[in-house]
């Protein structure tokens, strides 16, 4: 992963060439790799604390929208650290992926609007819920055939044919 990583000697500069991202103009670029495995660790931990305590409010729609949105958009954003956030766009907004990120970008937008704005339990709910199934989608294209295997067993479990 890393380049010209060796146990022997070198340059500490060598081993501090960008780790996976490769955007100078980044606000990440001036982080080390160390550092920003750690905002990664970070952010990531903080966005799974605030995702388990709605667990805790599952109950209440509206507190459960706010944590699980909130840390649903830390643990993605958390990549950003290592990649970059001109990258983590590019990733996002990929052909393959653009659909599933509209999805999840709108659904995340609507849930907090439902929840914030209009105070409505069943609106929310349904905009987390379909955040939910994005984020499960996105996720899935960075499989190898996930999106394909996902798509024909639910076709498969749902055909009404006999």
Not at 44 to 72: D, E, H, Q, W, Y
Not at 89 to 106: E, K, N, S, W
Not at 130 to 143: D, F, K, Q, V
Not at 147 to 162: G, H, K, N, P
Request: hydrophobic residues 55%; proline residues 3%.
């Amino acid at each position: 992963m890393w380049k010209n990583l060796s146990m022997f000697g070198g340059d500490e500069e060598e081993h501090e060439e960008n780790l996976l991202g490769d955007e100078s103009d980044s606000p990440c670029s001036s982080l080390s790799q160390l550092q920003r495995i750690y905002g990664f660790a970070a952010s990531l931990l903080a966005g799974l604390v605030f995702m388990l305590l709605s667990m805790i409010v599952i109950i209440r729609p509206i507190k459960f929208a706010l944590l699980f949105t909130f840390g649903n958009i830390l643990a993605v954003g958390s990549t950003a650290f290592l990649i970059g956030p001109a990258q983590q766009l590019r990733m996002m907004f990929d052909p393959v992926r653009v659909c599933a990120t509209a999805i999840y970008i709108g659904s995340v937008i609507l849930a907090l609007i439902f929840a914030l704005g209009i105070h409505s339990k069943i609106l929310t709910a349904v905009a987390i819920i379909t955040e939910m199934c994005a984020l499960i989608w996105y996720g899935l294209s960075y499989i190898p055939f996930a999106r394909r295997m996902v798509s024909e067993l639910l076709i498969r479990f749902c055909d009404t044919e006999m």
